[in-house]
């Protein structure tokens, strides 16, 4: 009993990490709707913009939380303004191309500036330790992410459904030519959703500085693949269903790490298979 | 059929120089025009699908490492001849096809990409993971190029680079005819209506998602071909052939070279390999380099070097659009 309460939690401190990624590349998508490739490298950048301000700044965990991924949202905004912003109209497997130049660019960016090699982060003096949970230890920090994830999904609701921007936001979704006709800066509301949505992955690389342990180039593309499953699941374009299909995700593959180490990533994509052949739109999806 | 003539006599013209090439160039070069080969067979393959149907693919390294472990275990545990072999790995290759096409084609778009994607990187996971049959990231190794024969009648030593180069040469040239006949055929017809329309397609009696389905094993079967052949070649099967990275390879070959036509994703594959080799040479920083030339492709070139040729010699009116 003790073990599967850990396994589930674990599993569902993992799905966090993947959650802050997806909320990111639904909100991207369903606002742009243009699907980021690049999203996993932003989530990348903030790990390592966050490692270097606590590593070399010498700074304290928040103010690497802060400063890291506010970096990384310079280069979401160069991507949107000087790129992804001359191609919404154009075929889709450009765009796509598009944003997977800039995995290519950020992935090789990373290894000139830190190295090909994994980097390992100072432990935490805060939030590390462990509390017992029924009769064995789970670490502190683990339980602060699963905090966090619901925290950011509130966040999110509360900006998109309580706030004038959000109602903006949401009715150029919906339909940009009207928003634009009644006087909204669609293009600049772009770049700010833009933004944000980059700030989202940066944010969940940045927590995940003294999670993962290690640091590696290539980091972004495991989780942009495990965003995109959760994405598929969820259904395309909606945060309910990225929030669920994270979790789902997460605990799935906590219980196949601890029980068929060997296939713990086929698990996922068996899940994935069978809720495409069940509801092909995905769990929370529009049906189209 | 002025023009047919014309491209007759230049991919005769080409066929004749690519025989010559062994005779002429050193033993690099000839390992470059087969890497060359390969990736074109496996681009001409997949734009079948992109160019043609207008479905992006994002999981097409899985085939090509189906062609890969078909042929490698072909070769390992049944016997050792190439052909058999070759036909073992496009086997295992369609069959892979048809099975995640199935789940995918009833999707499009960002859809369809994304499912592929991840099928792929599925297929990639899996090869990752069960060691003891795939040998995990180590590979399948030990793979012998034995003799051509054929039921006994005769046998070709492919041993070396240059015997191996006619070898690839000739499936080569077969992958290039066929997805010729395919792209004139009435299939390969009702394929681009597809991409024009699909809806139209439906209502005019096409039976537009079985033909999806038809076109993603076919162009499985390219990728599968590519993959067994690249295993003789190099010796081994890679676990990294069905790695994401390497699906998108295709894709950007046949955007390099141009979508629209059966040579862009040849001159694309020449291009992308003597350019990966180029920027190899000077820097270990081959991704930023092509992800920087995939940057001005997409922001200035969207008809790939055929596409930018052509406009070059018509009115600026005929250069297609995205």
Redesign the interface.
Known sequence: MQSYVHVILAGLSGGMFIWLVASGLTLI?GVLGV?NFAHGSFYMLGAYCSFTVLRHLGAGFWTGLLLGPLAVCAAGFVVERF?LR??YR?????Q???T??????F???V??VWGGGALSPPSLSFLGGSVPILGRNFPVYNLFIIAVGPAVALLLWVLLEKTWYGRIVRASSSDREMAASLGVRVPALFTGVFVFGTWLGALGGGLAVPYVGLLTPGMG?TII?EA??V??IGG?GSLKGAFVGALVIGVISAFGTRFFP?????LT?IL??GV??WR?QGLFGATR | MKAETRNACAAAAVLLALCAVPFLVGKFTIYLAIRIMLLGIFAVGYNLLLGQTGLLSFGHGAFYAAGAYGLGFFGLHVSGNPLLGVAAGVAVAVLLAVLVGYLCVRHTEIYFAMLTLAFGMMVFSLIWNAREITGGDDGLIGIMRSPVSFFGLFQIPIGTDRQFYYLVLAFFALSVWAAHRIRQSPFGLALAGIRENARRSEFAGVPVRRYRLAVFALSGAFAGLAGSLETLLESNARPFMAHWTHSAEPVLVSLLGGLSSLAGPLVGSAIFVAMREIIQRFTENWMLGFGIVLLVIIMGFRGGVMGTLSGLFRKPSAREEG
């Open positions: 998508f699907l790129f001359h191609v154009i075929a889709l497997p450009y796509l191309l598009l997977f130049a800039f995995v290519l660019i992935d090789n960016l290894k000139i593309e693949i995109f499953i994405a598929v395309l060997a296939f713990d990533m086929f994509f994935m298979g495409l052949l092909p």
